[in-house]
């Protein structure tokens, strides 16, 4: 049961083809063959096509509620900690493991990145590894082995509110930059 | 460059890893856990690579112009091989492991192809016991060489003590590999097993048993191995049946053949034909420039492209080149220029070719029915790179690296899944709530989009005013609205359930506003939920399938007039065509295109099913179909088994004339299995000739 190609048609004996296109021979039937899928793994934010180059794959950001002891569980390390003002905290997951350098954060979509952790003339940013600030002074090399991280900074210039206004986070890594986007409605 | 290579790795506490090179990068994954690059630590990866592993260890090798590098563990990365000491008896190597393009483990050594001297590769180096990082010379590197002139190809271990020796046109055995005191293999012989053919690729061998199958450039040949352990070539090529397929494999090309053995299936990786695929989307759109007669269209640097002319074009000029054929090419920027007749639109095409030179098929061979089954031929899925037979839901499954980068599972549910981009991104909005009354509550496109303002205690819509007077009507008004006027330019908007559909026109999706607020991403947004489709995604595609019966002749050689052909099918929601091909050139005929079986439609006298289940009837017999469209308002009631598939006899006419009839049934949608054919036929011309005239 299956597929001879050389022999003609004609002499064949029951149960053989001529040609098939992805099927299968089981149980005396020509039947489709199954499906051919992506890892399951792969998929979500955690898909990964391996030839992506130049840039942070699979980004996805997400709002925080930032915990009542706020300052605390961060830390020190100021200005990347909170300054007791009202602050706003997001999360960001990358598809991969990826080697963090600096995140800016753009408001409204502005071309000029209002908060930095890089830039010293603008609002920090800091990074926080499992509730640990990742960048305690201003650097466009962090060098952050990292996949899931979370990014907080004050709202003082914006009176602590960010309603009706989104974010456009950019996070540069060593092989490229990735993008998401926060609307707070 | 794409995928360079990929390997199988089990750490030292036994966990399975994927590892694969691409792009010039490595990366490591494993089941549900996130992918992470291994470091080169400086060294680079240009071209295809390797992988073997020695014990907890991974070497990388990365041909014979660049020495390999060896990881320890993932957070070192790799790193140049520094020799260490071997223990006593264990060798007494000198010399550093050798730069290659492979190497085997066997035996708890490596084995190393390797060019001693000139440029040809015939030359073994066999490390000390235990020891990956020196081989003694020349008591362990053995040349493999009586004045032929192919390098070694492959090295296969195979049985306890012997060694295939892949060359490029000879297969050699290598036996009693039996260390002696010193740790040197002073008592193996090597023996010519055939000279009439060798092994195409690096990998393309596989163990099945006690056969070593491997593809050559004469077909799948193999090897076995005797109940006395002596190895024994098979003459007869397994792939003979296959002459059609095999007859069409670039050979140019052969490097790329792989191997895999997965539940009682060969799978062999082919390119076949042009050995690439090419996008449909014809890129070449617009009118010629009415002074200059140039075209400008947007491409991707670096990218390959195929393109045609028309009767109207004249050059495509791409960077510093003019070509004036048409054919292949690599953008050189992010523009090329058609020149044509001025002021016309262009008759030239222009396609984006995702993978070139590379396999595009796989053929499978069943042992359990001995027999091929065809070839696995599916455009952006098929293009394997590397087999690997890893460990899911603790059980061995084949997985494909292909070339677009991706892991996929072979032989996995009834669809393909592929990763596509999103070529007109949209955003589905709807209406979570009763929307309050104000002036500003919706906007598709805040340049020129209509601002609708809200006034909730109206049923209808009163010019941009949403009626909103509930929530029901609220959705309908919402795209009867819009049906009416309102504006959304950049965009299409359709009906959804609960609310609308706006479609871009491009590639890009204009920003529009809910409250005055700008949506930047998906989410509930006051009154409405904000789904955005953007970017890339996984979409999912039947599994198309074709399948040509053989000549039926009625045992009688004169001429025949087929009448009527019967299939007996079973198919889940099928769209399958049948056409009749007769004795003789091109003569085929169509007997049906685009067969369908309806999910509602009983084939005894009965009501047709409602497709929401309401009735909780789905299992109900006679029906034509069982496909079931799930969503809101499906009632599952006691159950429904979606995937049901029904039987059914095809009686169909059709009139071709001929000595013998076979028939191809090509099915594109859903699932159609072929499980009987027969055909009525009476008798024809008895005429003597070249061909009958019925």
């Known amino acids: 049961m299956g597929v001879d190609e050389r022999v003609d048609p004609e002499l064949l004996g029951p149960g053989k083809v001529s040609r098939a296109t992805n099927c299968r021979f089981r149980n005396g039937l020509a039947e489709p063959r199954k499906g051919i899928t992506i890892l399951p793994w792969m998929k979500a934010d955690g898909r990964t096509p391996f030839t992506d180059t130049g840039s942070l794959a699979g980004m996805a950001v997400w709002k925080v509620s930032p915990p009542a002891a706020y300052g605390n569980y961060i830390g020190g390390g100021a200005p990347f900690a909170p300054d007791g003002s009202p602050s706003a905290v997001v999360g960001v997951r990358l598809g991969e493991v990826q080697n963090i350098l600096w995140v800016d954060v753009l408001l409204d979509g502005s071309a000029v990145a209002a908060w930095s952790s890089a830039n010293s003339a603008l609002y920090p940013v800091g990074i926080l590894v499992n509730g640990v600030l990742a960048n305690t002074t201003y650097t466009g090399a962090l060098n952050l082995q990292a996949q899931s991280f979370e990014l907080v900074f004050s709202l003082s210039s914006l009176g602590g509110v960010l309603t009706g206004h989104y974010l456009e986070i950019q996070v540069h890594g060593s092989i490229g930059g990735g993008t998401g986007y926060l609307t707070y409605a | 460059m794409s995928v360079q290579g990929a390997t199988l790795f089990s750490d030292p506490n036994g966990t399975e890893w994927i590892v694969v090179a691409a792009e010039g990068r490595v990366f490591v994954t494993g089941e549900g856990r996130v992918a992470r690059e291994i470091s080169l630590n400086g060294a680079t990866l240009t071209g295809d690579c390797t992988f073997t592993q020695t014990y907890d260890q991974l070497l990388l090798w990365r041909g014979t112009g660049s020495a390999p590098l060896q990881m320890i563990t993932f957070d070192g990365g790799f790193v140049a091989v520094t020799q260490t000491s071997s223990g006593a008896g264990a060798g007494t190597g000198t010399q550093v492991i050798p730069n290659s393009d492979g190497a085997r483990f066997f035996q708890n050594r490596v084995f190393v192809p390797f060019i001693y001297v000139g440029a040809k590769k015939d030359f073994v180096a066999v490390g000390d016991i235990g020891n990956y990082t020196r081989y003694k010379f020349p008591q362990n590197a053995f040349r493999f060489n009586d004045g032929a002139d192919d390098d070694i190809v492959d090295l296969a271990p195979f049985g306890r003590t012997s060694m295939a020796v892949f060359k490029q046109k000879s297969v050699r055995i290598v036996d009693n590999l039996v260390p002696d005191s010193n740790g040197d293999y002073s008592s193996a012989v090597s023996d010519v097993v055939t000279n009439t053919h060798g092994l195409v690729a690096r990998g393309a061998w596989v163990g099945v048993g006690r056969d070593l199958f491997y593809v050559s450039t004469r077909g799948v040949t193999s090897l076995q191995l005797t109940e006395e352990n002596r190895v024994k070539g098979v003459d007869l090529p397994l792939s003979t049946p296959l002459a059609a397929t095999w007859s069409r494999i670039n050979w140019n090309l052969r490097d790329k053949i792989r191997i895999g053995y997965w539940d009682n299936n060969l799978y062999v990786a082919l390119p076949l034909d042009d050995a690439r695929v090419v996008d449909t989307t014809n890129l070449a759109t617009g009118n010629y420039d009415p002074a200059s007669g140039n075209l400008n269209l947007t491409v991707t640097s670096g990218a390959a492209y195929y393109f045609s002319f028309g009767p109207d074009e004249l050059t495509l000029v791409n960077g510093t080149e003019t070509l004036t054929r048409s054919g292949f090419f690599t953008a050189q920027s992010t523009t090329v220029v058609f020149n044509g007749t001025l002021n016309q639109p262009t008759t030239a095409t222009l396609n984006y070719v995702p993978f070139y030179n590379c396999n595009t098929a796989v053929a499978v061979y069943d042992f359990q029915t001995g027999a091929w089954a065809g070839v696995d031929e599916t455009p952006y899925v098929t293009h394997v790179k590397e087999f690997l037979t890893a460990t899911i839901q603790g059980k061995q499954r084949l997985v494909a690296v292909t070339e677009d980068g991706l892991l996929r599972l072979w032989e996995e549910g009834f669809e393909d899944e592929r990763l596509t981009t999103v070529a007109n991104p949209y955003v589905d909005l709807t209406v979570e709530s009763q929307p309050p009354s104000g002036a500003v509550r919706l906007q598709l496109n805040l340049a020129t989009g209509t601002l609708i303002g809200v006034n909730a205690a109206s049923a209808v819509n009163v010019g941009t005013a949403w009626g909103t007077s509930t929530t029901a009507l609220a959705r309908t008004n919402l795209y009867s609205g819009y049906a009416g006027g309102w504006l959304a330019p950049g965009g299409t908007v359709s009906q959804q359930d609960w609310g609308i559909r706006w479609t871009s026109t491009t590639s890009t999706l204009q920003p529009f506003a809910i409250n005055g607020v700008t949506i930047m991403n998906s989410g509930a947004f006051y009154w409405a939920y904000v789904d955005l489709v953007t970017g890339t995604q996984i979409t999912t595609q039947s599994v198309s399938t ?136 009476i008798a024809g011309d008895r005429t003597m000739g070249t061909k009958y005239s019925g």
Not at chain 2, 549 to 554: E, H, I, K, L
Not at chain 2, 580 to 590: A, C, K, P, R, Y
Not at chain 2, 647 to 675: E, Y
Request: glycine letters at 10%; a negative charge; hydrophobic letters at 30%.
């Open chain 2, 546 to 681: 074709s399948v040509t019966t053989r000549a039926y002749a009625m045992q009688d050689m004169d001429g025949k007039r087929f009448q009527q052909v019967g299939l007996r099918l079973v198919t889940w929601d099928p769209t399958f065509s049948i056409t009749g091909l007769t004795d003789g050139v091109n003569e085929t005929s169509t007997v049906a295109t685009g067969q369908t079986r309806s999910n509602t439609v009983y084939s005894i006298d009965q009501a047709a099913w409602v497709s929401s289940n309401a009735n909780d009837d789905h299992g109900d017999p006679w029906r034509e179909d069982y496909s079931v469209t799930l969503g809101a308002g499906f009632n599952l009631g006691s159950g429904v088994q979606p995937e049901l598939e029904q039987q059914s006899l095809v009686r169909l006419k059709m009139q071709q004339r001929g000595n013998s009839c076979q028939l191809t049934l090509a099915n594109t949608d859903g699932r159609c299995t072929l499980k009987g054919v027969e055909l009525e036929a």
